[in-house]
């Protein structure tokens, strides 16, 4: 077993550790075996070039990180207003980080598969537990310098090594806050929850963080206000919640002489909460340990029940009863799926939000009034900015191993099988969310723009169909592994995200004569006419595979 330069850089810390009644040498090794695993974890996978990929994807994927860090460098060239500068750096930094460790790390926190096996040797919970958090640590460093290397040499560069040293000290008590306070958040739910209830309150806690962040850095921009060009920066109460503030405070303190209280305050939080949170998450560890055992039960009462509403979905939009099958199955896929909804809800709660954000912080002088008199309805189409996503998303499941099961059952047509999951996605998801944004829409800027809510949802109709002609391999819908939805093309993806532009295009064009939104609704309802018929034809019969040998089915 190879040794690891991350465990030789964490020897340095062993006083501490053993100080926290952790048993060190223990720790390393199970460790040592975590991060092995880690090298061997990620299996064959053949993406669309039939290409192998190998080992340990995650660090094969940083450079993307390196990519995105270049956004910060801007902030760090600007000048010497540091409190706003830094505040919105380590905004994007304690975004990324929340979003990988809620997205990747989460399920290895929560991992409760290796009790059977650790806890039955001589190694104690807090042991344990600090294995776990140390190893979610390590690979959160390495997202944290992927992400900061370059912008941290601008700094050097720019501001000299005492800015350099400020920069580092803070973004290890940023990741020492992320960490711990997502784990102080699962123990709590932990501790008032059980079972099969549990896992669902942590799927949508999960959710509502993801979302919260992207809310979070929206606020945060808010609390500067640009006065004649010149960013002018006033205290209220309510920032002392907003953390990316408290790390932008120090640079103020130190760099510029800021001496106010409230710079002050800022800067004791920046240090204080860290500490105070791994001291609190070292004395609950065995506790959070302990309550991890929940996650083994399955309280639920499954009673078999028949949601109404899906019924009446089923019944109006298929025609067929194979398509009305796969209308009630993706239904209760999306509904009941933990995995499922953890990569697609976050999605549509920004689509929710951005429409109203965008609206309402325009910059203006009439107020209300002036928003309802123009285009800026057109921030609707925010909500089509999440179709291409959740569409790909349809192909994967939890339980893909099941799938084998579409194979074995007598489908007349493989067509009606995704036609019904469409549907389902569309009144499922898609519709709920603009129907929300739709109503406050048609409060603000009155009846008027009915005609162009049709066009934004016919053009969403659209969107979706292209978007599943393009992503959608000859497959069932859930029956492929979350290992393989890294393996979209990402200029595929872009390309069809950026088309929600083109339907805006084509709406704004389409508004500049009178009658030109009713020729553009025409237009998409012949497109989807025509559409629907290629994507998915009535005389699609499916094969049956056996050994190789393939058998098609006639009349």
Known sequence: MREFQSLKVLAVFKGIFTRLGVDYAMMEKILQIKLTMDERRVPTIFNDTGKKKEGNQFLKSLWVYGLYGLILIPFLLIGENYIFQMSLAFGMILFILMTSMISDFSAVLLDVRDKNIIQTKPVTRRTIAAAKIVHIMIYIAFVTVAFTAIPFVVGLVNHGFFFAVIFLVELILTVLLVVVLTSLLYLVILRFFDGDKLKDIINYVQILLSVGVVVGYQVLIRAFDFVDLDLAYSFSWWHLLIPPIWYGAPFEVFLNGGSANYLIVFTVLAVLVPIIAILSYAKLMPSFE??????????????????????????????????????????????????????????????????????????????????????????????????????????????????????????????????????????????????????????????????????????????????????????????????????????????????????????????????????????????????????????????????????????
């Open 290 to 555: 302990r309550n991890l055992e929940k996650l083994l039960s399955d309280t639920k009462k499954r009673k078999k029940k028949r949601n109404w509403v899906d019924e009446m979905g089923a019944k109006l939009l298929c025609r067929s009863k194979e398509e009305r099958i796969f209308f009630r199955f993706a239904a209760s896929m999306m509904k009941k799926e933990r995995e499922f909804k953890l990569k697609v809800f976050p999605a549509l709660g920004m689509s929710l939000f951005f429409p109203f954000l965008f609206v309402f912080t325009y910059p203006r002088e009439g107020g209300l009034e002036e928003i309802a008199g123009g285009n800026m309805f057109l921030f609707i189409y925010f909500c089509n900015f999440m179709i291409p996503s959740l569409v790909y998303m349809l192909r994967f499941s939890e339980g893909y191993k099941g799938g084998w099961l579409f194979r074995a059952a007598p489908i007349e047509k493989t067509s009606r099988a995704y036609s019904g999951a469409l549907k389902a996605f569309f009144m499922k998801l898609y519709s709920p969310v603009f129907l929300v944004v739709a109503i406050f829409f048609l409060w603000i800027f009155t009846a008027r723009i009915l005609p162009d809510l049709a066009a934004v949802f016919l053009g969403g109709l659209l969107q979706t169909l292209i978007t599943h002609k393009v992503v959608t391999e000859d497959e069932f819908p859930f029956s492929a592994s979350f290992e393989f939805a890294q393996d979209a093309g990402t200029g595929k993806m872009l390309a069809l995200t950026l088309m929600t532009f083109g339907f805006v295009a084509a709406h704004f064009i389409a508004t500049a004569t009178t009658w030109g939104i009713y020729v553009y609704l025409v237009v998409l309802l012949v497109a989807l006419w025509i559409g629907w018929k290629r994507v998915f034809p009535e005389n699609r019969r499916r094969e049956k595979e056996d050994s190789g040998f393939a058998l098609n089915q006639t009349d």
